[in-house]
């Protein structure tokens, strides 16, 4: 029987782990051990509910205020008992957290093999996004499989020198959460608000961002929705205090915008199917817009997932106030705009990603 040791701690993660960790314990040639960091706390908590996902080990690492040297050092000093214990045959880790550079280098120092989900994905500006960019490359170097989620992050790892045979192209276990959380007849207080209305999902939390950038980004949005009465703007709003701070400057006192606290995945994920389009810093909802046929406007200078700008349903318009509105007024007002959007074909696989990913952990372990 193989051991697989899944280890992950932000909402994102758990997100795109859970699916992962539900067919891993499927499979009866596997023993699934799952451990989480807790680098996100109550937003973590809950898509565990969620998925019904129980972890074996939680290192409740989380402390207010905390910093990257905090996550670091904690995780590392927490992980190294965990892993020492149960000797995985192999350790699954996702993307690009804190979370996930720092367990694979505790399992290179124990030299337990690693495999990465969603392995590839590259802007080569390590320092955008920050601090994720460096945590991809690193682990990349680490690992021993790699779960490529498309053909462009495949080609990222072959030109890095990564063994072929140890890299498989899967698609994105994003769309398979999205099996579990979306339903056609979703309703909440906020679809209900926003029901005579084109209802626009704001999300906005990334490092780099906060401070001027994201003034420049809420003041445009600020007035698109004050110049189109037609619309409704919904923002679930990140825990971090500079956020919250700058979004109640800038987004707060209007009645068609509602700055709400952050969603569980369910209605985050079926508001964003309600939703007439999307405008974001964030990375996982540029794999999940797509598969829902929802134009997705960027705010950030570079991305990681340039499949999506290719495929026609992601546009990048960083964080300059009237680059951001001039695009945003344009897809507003552009029907057959919104409707190339709205209509390209999804880049990220067709929701089989995790099948995929245990398949070949499966076939490369028993090789050896």
Not at 1 to 29: D, W, Y
Not at 128 to 149: D, H, T, Y
Not at 192 to 204: G, K, N, P, V, Y
Not at 247 to 274: Q, S, T, W
Request: proline share 5%; hydrophobic share 40%.
């Amino acid at each position: 029987m193989i051991k697989v040791m899944s280890i992950f701690g932000t909402r994102p993660e758990a997100i795109k782990m859970c699916p992962l960790v539900k067919e891993l314990e499927s499979r009866n040639e596997i023993k699934s051990v799952v451990c989480v960091t807790g680098q996100h706390r109550e937003m973590l908590d809950s898509v565990l509910e969620i998925f019904d996902v129980k972890p074996d080990y939680d290192l409740s690492i989380m402390k207010p205020k905390q910093t990257l040297f905090d996550v670091t050092t904690e995780i590392l000093n927490s992980i190294k008992e965990v892993l020492e214990k149960e000797q995985p045959d192999i350790v699954l880790v996702h993307g690009d957290t804190s979370t996930t550079f720092v367990s694979a280098l505790a399992c290179f120092y124990l030299q337990i093999p690693v495999g990465h989900v969603e392995a590839g994905l590259r802007t080569y500006n390590i320092y955008s996004p920050f601090p994720e960019e460096f945590n991809r490359q690193a682990v990349s170097i680490i690992s021993s499989l790699n779960f490529a989620p498309t053909q462009q992050a495949y080609d990222n790892l072959i030109a890095e020198g990564r063994n072929p045979e140890h890299i498989v192209i899967t698609g994105n276990t994003a769309i398979d959460a999205l099996k579990t959380t979306v339903k056609e007849d979703y309703q909440s207080d906020i679809t209900e608000w926003a029901a005579d209305s084109r209802l626009i999902l704001i999300t906005a939390h990334r490092r780099e961002n906060i401070g001027e950038p994201m003034r420049q980004m809420f003041k445009a949005i600020r007035r698109i929705i004050d110049q189109h009465p037609d619309t409704k703007a919904v923002y679930p709003i990140h825990m971090n205090p500079l956020v919250r701070e700058i979004a109640d400057e800038i987004l707060g006192n209007d009645d068609r915008i509602r700055i709400i606290e952050p969603l569980d995945v369910v209605d985050f994920h079926n508001l964003m199917n309600k939703s007439y389009l999307i405008i974001t810093d964030s990375g996982g909802i540029q794999e999940e817009a797509p598969s829902l046929g929802k134009p997705v406007l960027v705010m950030r200078d570079t991305t990681e997932r340039p499949e999506g700008v290719a495929a026609g349903t992601l546009k990048l318009v960083g964080v300059n106030e009237d680059v951001i509105y001039s695009s945003f007024y344009n897809l507003l007002n552009d029907v057959d705009l919104y409707n190339s959007m709205a209509q390209a074909q999804n880049p990220y696989g067709d929701g089989t990603a995790s099948i995929q990913i245990v398949d070949s952990i499966i076939n490369l372990l028993r090789k050896k």
